[in-house]
């Protein structure tokens, strides 16, 4: 098995995330993973950093959020053993699906799973995502997990935007954050 040359996610972010300044709109400041995800060695300490945070929430099934929390979340699923739930922006699968509505930064958008094929009752299901900003695509997750029968045990993302409140929106789940402060990482 190959060495990894980064000692944590911390440092695989620090090395390989790119910021670009005024996008997707003036003022905001972008925080691209895709350099990350482009690096195996940091790949590999992102995908393992979660992998831990998520069996220690007690994951049964791991949902990952449309886009690049479905790169991340499926990852982790297959270094658990575990399956994953592929939760998509409306229009994205086919019927019957049950949709839940939510507010964006800028604007409102709408989140989907199958109604059909996936069996969440009694399900702990720990959501994987890139960054948590305002909560609103986080919260929406949980209540379509829920709606479905399941229980969201936690979060696990490897941003947070700071000052846009998504923590407070959360609740008492835990919450994991791999380029966070230390309490933000710990369960």
């Known amino acids: 098995m190959k ?81 994953v739930l592929a939760i998509r922006k409306k229009g994205k699968l086919p019927p019957p699906v049950i949709t839940q509505e939510y507010e964006l930064e800028y604007g409102t958008a709408a989140l989907e799973i199958p109604a059909d094929g996936s069996d969440l009752h009694g399900k702990k299901v720990v959501l994987v995502d890139d960054v948590l900003a ?19 045990t936690g979060y696990v993302v490897v941003l947070e935007v700071d000052g846009l409140g998504g923590r407070a929106r959360l609740g008492d789940a835990p919450l994991v954050v791999l380029n966070g402060d230390s309490a933000a990482a710990s369960l």
């Open 134 to 152: 305002t909560g609103g695509t986080l919260v929406a997750a949980t209540d379509l997990i829920e709606r479905a029968g399941g229980s969201v």
């Open 3 to 83: 060495t990894n040359k980064y000692a944590s996610a911390r440092d695989a972010l620090a090395d390989k995330m790119r910021f670009v300044q005024d996008f997707p709109e003036k003022g905001v400041l972008f925080e691209d993973l895709t350099p990350v995800l482009a690096d195996g060695d940091a790949l590999q300490i992102v995908v393992d950093e979660l992998s831990v945070a998520c069996q220690e929430m007690g994951a049964d099934i791991i949902g990952g959020l449309d886009a690049r929390g479905f790169l991340l979340g499926s990852a982790v699923a297959y270094n658990l053993g575990l399956g």
